[in-house]
């Protein structure tokens, strides 16, 4: 019969080598996965230029096509026909278009100003005439 300390060992020896056992796959596993790791960002990183350059190329080709210049030909053509059609109404129903009121607002600014450099040229005028008449 063998003896307990020996028995003992034995599970012991055995409990060890499983121990060992599952550390060496935990490694394997361990490496395993940081190889795919490496491997899925690269392929992301890849992917992710590849649909850069794709989105880049498309986008000019958008931007470049016939297509899209004469859409925004037609916009711009849309865009004067409607103000002057707008600035057409107005003048026929006499009604000051904003740059007509912008303009005439800039106008009487420019009278306002002229009218006050009068308005104190005569004020300092008729200030300093009656001063010379009360002295005299």
Do not use: W
Not at 28 to 47: F, I, N, P, T
Not at 95 to 114: C, M, N
């Amino acid at each position: 019969m063998a003896e307990p300390a020996s028995i003992v060992q034995e599970g012991v020896d055995r409990v060890r080598a499983a121990f060992g056992s599952i550390e060496d796959e935990f490694g394997r596993v361990q490496r395993r996965v940081r190889a795919r790791r490496r491997d899925l960002e690269k392929q992301l990183k890849s992917g992710r230029k590849d649909l850069e350059k794709r989105t880049r190329k498309l986008r000019s080709e958008v931007l470049g096509s016939p297509a899209l210049k004469r859409l925004d030909s037609l916009r711009k053509d849309v865009q004067q026909q409607l103000t002057d059609t707008a600035d057409n109404l107005l003048r026929l129903l006499q009604i000051a278009s904003r740059s007509d009121v912008e303009r005439i607002d800039r106008k009487l600014s420019q009278i306002s100003r002229k009218l006050r450099e009068i308005e104190e040229t005569r004020g300092s005028r008729s200030h300093s005439h009656h001063s010379e008449s009360a002295s005299a």
